[in-house]
């Protein structure tokens, strides 16, 4: 059971134990994910009033290990006519906005404002020179606006020498490439898209280099693998002006249906790539079974590329997890509450799958995720909380997060014919 830091437990119904969540209200996408002197900062979409979307405000929580979270006061507040969106935000190690000095870095956030009144969405700062405790609204804000009504989910990072921001022309299914000095004045680049998928609006991109190449990773909703929202992702080269990609090919970051909005974390330690989604869906998010607050992130998971597969590795847990991992061709395992209700994730005729149809549900979604793999015995590697079941496939290139609200709690494993290599720890394993 988890101790909030105020000392009380967090010990409600479906309440995640190793996932953040936020102590009480609303949450949706993550925003300014960053490391800085020794602790992830984590923002968030948050309503600090209520369990609903509404009141668009930074929530933010602090984390040494990107687990055990401590949550700040809210970070960014809304305003009487307009909400905070998403947003990223960096460490200024140059003071090149000047908001800070040298000596004293600002942390500087880059996010949405958007007007209640949906006539428009432009891009705003806010600096903290106090090492994220508290930030101001810079008085020159927007920044960045070009009278678009979406226009949104701004990631800036360092490259070369200048600032790049990456954001989303939602409606257009298009990602804009902006320039900057020093995260004031920025200058138009390029436009990616429409590609691939486009069932929904485009929102939340971030351009991440893994290894030689660099890939960019595109939230849809709807319009996902299954249902409402996804995320897919573009492998190819940035060239200082443009990303070109190396194909159109759909590629799917999570074949689940709970991995939204997700980003990576700036000036992470080592130059790791660690991402975060929203672990949820918009198409029920609202109604999810959760009180007093809604949503939970993934895992943090860190990214890497095999060939034209990102691979998605958990960050580890302190204590381990609660997990189950197996190898097979044709088998499959069951994480059970009883023997009625249980998820069965397994192989067979070529696919992986994930069935949740037997786990109670009362959300609107389809149960049965099937995708085709490789010919021959895979690994699978299953981790599971309150509330949630993340599968990591083929060495982590298959990824499938759901969100699972049975009636207790998922606590044992029984393996039926043909899972092979069983590891269960933190789980009973019981025959099926
Ligand atoms: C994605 C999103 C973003 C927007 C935010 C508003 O889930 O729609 O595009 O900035 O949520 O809360």
């Known amino acids: 059971m988890i101790a909030h830091p105020t000392g009380e437990f967090r010990n409600e119904k479906y309440r995640p134990q190793f996932h953040f969540t936020p102590d009480r209200n609303w949450m949706n996408d993550p925003n300014g994910l960053l490391y800085y002197k020794g602790k992830y900062h984590l923002f968030f979409q948050h309503n600090p009033q209520a369990n609903v979307w509404g009141n668009m405000s930074w929530g933010h929580a602090t984390s040494a290990d990107l687990y ?150 595109v939230s849809l909703n709807p319009g996902g693998y299954q249902v409402g929202s996804g995320t897919q992702y573009f492998i190819g080269q940035w060239n200082g002006r443009e990303f070109i990609a190396d194909d159109l090919q759909t590629r799917w970051l999570d074949y689940g249906r709970d991995n939204y909005a997700g980003v990576t974390f700036s000036n992470a330690p080592e130059g790791k790539k660690i991402f975060l989604g929203w672990m949820s869906n918009w198409h029920y998010a609202g109604k999810a079974p959760t009180d007093p607050w809604r949503s939970a992130m993934t895992l943090p998971r860190e990214l890497s590329l095999q060939g034209d597969r990102i691979i998605q590795t958990p960050i580890n847990h302190p204590d381990g997890f609660p997990e189950v991992s197996f190898t097979t061709q044709d088998g499959a395992i069951r994480i059970c509450e009883s023997n009625e209700r249980y998820v069965e994730i397994g192989v067979r005729n070529q696919k992986l799958y994930v069935d949740t149809s037997h786990a109670w549900n009362d959300l609107d979604a389809p149960t049965l995720q099937e995708i085709a793999i490789e010919k021959g015995e895979i690994d699978i590697r299953v981790i599971v909380d309150r509330g949630s079941v993340e599968v990591f496939a083929a060495g982590g290139t298959v990824v499938l997060t759901n969100l699972v609200f049975v009636e207790t709690a998922l606590t044992s494993v029984a393996p039926l014919a043909g899972a092979n290599n069983l590891k269960v720890a933190g789980l009973q394993t019981t025959p099926a």
């Open 68 to 217: 055990n979270w401590h949550e700040e006061p809210v970070a960014i507040a809304c305003t009487p006519t307009s909400g905070i969106f998403s947003g990223s935000a960096v460490v200024d190690i140059n003071n090149t906005s000047g908001f800070g000095t040298t000596d004293n870095p600002p942390i500087v956030a880059i996010y949405t404002e958007h007007q209640n009144d949906e006539s428009n969405q432009s891009q705003c700062l806010a600096f903290s020179v106090d090492e994220g405790a508290t930030f101001t609204k810079y008085e020159g804000n927007p920044v960045l606006n070009i009278n678009a009504k979406n226009f949104r989910d701004p990631k800036v990072q360092w490259i070369d020498n200048q600032w790049i921001m990456t954001v989303a022309l939602a409606n257009d299914f298009k990602i804009s490439f902006y320039s900057s000095p020093d995260l004031k004045s920025w200058a138009h680049l390029s436009n990616f898209g429409p590609a691939a998928e486009v069932g929904g609006v485009w929102e939340c991109p971030d351009l991440i280099q893994l290894g030689n190449k660099w890939v960019l990773l």
